[in-house]
Every structure is written in structure tokens, then in C-alpha cells.
């Protein structure tokens, strides 16, 4: 079975500054998918990015960008310049990458406040 | 991106009520999911479907049951409410194929006295 692990509970950052949220899993799979999810006060959960195991280059978008280090199995996220919306829950997940889609396994999330 | 529906959005009830909660989509995903998430503890996950005519357990499906009445549709019961099934639910659903990100509605908070 496959975990997923975020160490930090809470995590606050000055606006405009650079964040780093940890996260690492275990698995004994070879191909999988990694997704970081932020889930604002609204509650909702907002897909911020993913990567694929079997790609060596680290995904980005926009402001946020992740470094996969797979014999660490080590997934973190970096937000950089962080806004105020920012503020939210972030949770890491882990997806197995076979024949059809198979659900997603969370972390227990890291509470990101951003200060003005 | 996926438009997925949760009904109700908020909910208070009694032990012992029987509650279904109802999820539908629109984009015509195969596949969805049921999660619950509880303080502290992610998002776990109950019951998933790939499509309608499959039904699979989840890590924590003791005291739910799902139907698929379509593809759109999914529905999460709790036969007889018990305070501990207090938490957000959130309905979540996917493309076929791999590397399909899920995507989720906007939840249901489901309080039982």
C-alpha cells in the first residue's frame, strides 16, 4: 500500500516570500503521478500541479513549482511570491500509473497562512 | 475542467437517520470517487467507480453504499447515521486512461447529533 506523508502540520509565510511545503511517500511502484491539491477556506479542492514519476523534469506553473526527487521519494512544493490567496490547505496525493485510473492516496494536508 | 455537483451542501441529522448524498457531473467523466475528509487526517477514500456497472471498496467503506444510477450520477448512503460519520464529504470525478486528474466538487458537510 502506498502512503503519503506531509511532516509539516503548519506553515506560515510573509506575503511576496518564497515557500516550501514537504512531502514525501512510499511506494513500491515504478510509474505513478504525484498531484499537489489546495484547498482554500471555500473548501474546494484545486488541482496547483502534478508530475509524472517517469519524467525526470520538474513541473511547473506560474508562481508554484515542485522537486521531485524519486529515489528520495521526496515530492515537495515551492510557491514563489506568495499572495494572500495563497492561504489554504495543501495536501499532497499519489496516484499509481496502470491500466485504468486508481484513486488518489492524500496526505493529511499542511495549513499554509500567508501574512501581510 | 469538470462541473461536479454536490447535494446537499450542508446537512444536520440525527443517529440513526438514513442519509444519501448525492453527487452528478456533467462532463461525461467514467469514472468517480466518494472521499471523506476528517480534521487532521486528509482525505480518505470510501467508495470509487470506473464505471457504471463497477463498484469498488474504498480504505473505509464500513457504513456507506453507493449506487451508480448513471454515468453522471453517484450517490453515497449512510443506512443509519452515526455521530463518528460527522466530516466533509467530497465527490470527485476523472477521464478514463492514466494521468487524469480528479476533480472534485465542492463538498457536503454532514453533521450527526
Known amino acids: 500500500a502506498q502512503t503519503v506523508t506531509q511532516s509539516q502540520p503548519e506553515m506560515s509565510v510573509q506575503e511576496a516570500e518564497t515557500v516550501t511545503l514537504s512531502c514525501t511517500y512510499d511506494?513500491?511502484?515504478?510509474?505513478?503521478?504525484l498531484f499537489w491539491y489546495k484547498q482554500p477556506p471555500s473548501r474546494q479542492m484545486i488541482l496547483v500541479i502534478r508530475?509524472?514519476?517517469?519524467?525526470?523534469q520538474n513541473a511547473t506553473e506560474n508562481r508554484f513549482s515542485v522537486n521531485f526527487q524519486k529515489a528520495a521519494k521526496s515530492f515537495s512544493l515551492k510557491i514563489s511570491d506568495s499572495q494572500l490567496g495563497d492561504t489554504a490547505m495543501y495536501f499532497c496525493a499519489f496516484m499509481k500509473r496502470n491500466s485504468g485510473n486508481t484513486p488518489l492516496v492524500f496526505g493529511k494536508g499542511t495549513r499554509l497562512s500567508v501574512i501581510a | 475542467d469538470a462541473d461536479v455537483t454536490q447535494t446537499p451542501r450542508n446537512r444536520i441529522t440525527k443517529t440513526g437517520k438514513r442519509i444519501m448524498l448525492e453527487c452528478s457531473q456533467t462532463k461525461g467523466h467514467d469514472r468517480m470517487y466518494w472521499y471523506r475528509q476528517d480534521p487532521g487526517l486528509g482525505l480518505q477514500l470510501i467508495y470509487y467507480?470506473?464505471?457504471?456497472?463497477?463498484?469498488n471498496k474504498g480504505e473505509i467503506s464500513d457504513g456507506y453504499s453507493v449506487s451508480r444510477q448513471a454515468q453522471a450520477k453517484f450517490s453515497l448512503s449512510l443506512e443509519s447515521a452515526i455521530p463518528n460519520q460527522t466530516a466533509l464529504y467530497f465527490c470527485?470525478?476523472?477521464?478514463?486512461?492514466?494521468?487524469?486528474?480528479?476533480?472534485f466538487g465542492d463538498g457536503t458537510r454532514l453533521s450527526i447529533l
Open positions: 511506494t513500491s511502484e515504478n510509474n505513478y503521478y
Open positions: 467507480s470506473f464505471d457504471v456497472k463497477d463498484i
Open positions: 470527485a470525478t476523472s477521464e478514463g486512461g492514466t494521468n487524469q486528474p480528479q476533480h
Open positions: 508530475q509524472e514519476a517517469y519524467k525526470q
